[in-house]
């Protein structure tokens, strides 16, 4: 007990330490993008002003994966050119590095994503995505990125679940499960390195499955599943960064004693701090332009602005009082941007609420429902011996009594999804085909 006691006080003074010396480097870390067009020359803007504090200080971006929004029309109309002119500015600045997620080839095949990528200015890795014609890997595995006296050492991985991807792109896809892919391949990649970095597209659980073959030491970021937090393990760091650029994560590369180490700083990215002007005066024309009447149409009004998290808060106690149910579940990745204070048009509201489709109900004991909301509404503070499967999000008062009956209302991707979502005995659900998710919400909304 006393060596153990001397270990942790050590391994504590040494971070308190580090904290104290100046950073040698800065990674900044986004994932989960999303097209947030309300936050895309604000991002710029914090690199600039991140620069402008660290005089010097070499700094890296790392992007990881999903960048890009089907679900965002003027994204979708424009293929991408405000999301391109941002990664063109980004790769204008310093080295920027890209781990493809499964919303990447959102306006174009793998290939031709790819190449737009590279074209910006980005380097582009995927080590777990082939293309089933000829066996290749559409993007290198890995990369290495010099940082002053510094080289990082950047493998990146995406999921494999297919029915994540555009339909449209399915077939150009061969994708390796990414944890058996880790195990063989992160030692060959890794051993070596002087400062690995691992870029995840996959997901909480399955990167869980990875960290016995992550050098300890690692800054290894995680995505795909739109939580934020930071846990450490040994010396390794392990961290999410949320999504819709609502959060960035800033890593920053200190000497304590005769070794390196990261410490790992997330930062609120607000849409009303200052933009680069030049993305800003595109963002601005580009939306002046391509939206229709219909897009700016108002769909309803909020007393406040509500950030993404109590966006989808909102969302789901929607549909619960909709169904008449007791509790309501949803699946975070269901939800994007916040909404505005005030009126609220059409491109706004499907900028929060992604997806539409029928609700689904079901009736489930106190017991299971109380396991159920232990891992849901998961936020940085939540342990991390609990977050495992998919993030929820709940609407739910009070305490779920073992032996009470409770209705509970769902999505239909839970609902075609249960196992992954409810875990491994799911309850029967029943579709109501005469509640959908959106109207449920708008309903809500003029409420």
Known sequence: ????????????????????????????????????????????????????????????????????EYGNAVARRTAGAIDFAQFAALARRAPTVINLGNHEPEFHDVAETVRRLEAAGLTVISGNLRNPATGQPYARASTHVKLGLHELTIVGVTTDKLSTYRVAIRPQLDLADPAVWARENFPALLQTAALPVVLSHSGLKADRAMFPVIPDGALFAGAHDHLRFVHRVGRTVYFHSGSWMDFLSVARLRRSGDRLQWDVEQLPLEAGEPPEPALDRLVRATLARELTPEETQRVGRTPRELGPAPAASFATEAARVAAGADVAVIGATTFGAGLPGGDVSRFAFDACVRFDGTLWTADVDGAWLAALLRRANQGPATPFAERAGENLVAAFGGEPTPGRTYRLVTTDWVAKNARTYLGDTPPVLTERPELKLKAAVIAALNR
């Open 1 to 68: 007990m006393r060596l153990a006691l001397l270990s942790l006080f050590l391994g504590l003074a040494g971070l308190m330490a580090a904290a104290d010396a100046p950073p040698e480097a800065i990674v900044v870390v986004v994932g989960d993008q999303h097209s947030a067009f309300e936050r895309t020359a604000q991002f710029v803007g914090r690199i600039d002003r991140l620069q402008r504090e660290h005089p010097g200080v070499p700094l890296a971006v790392l992007i990881n994966g999903d960048s890009l």
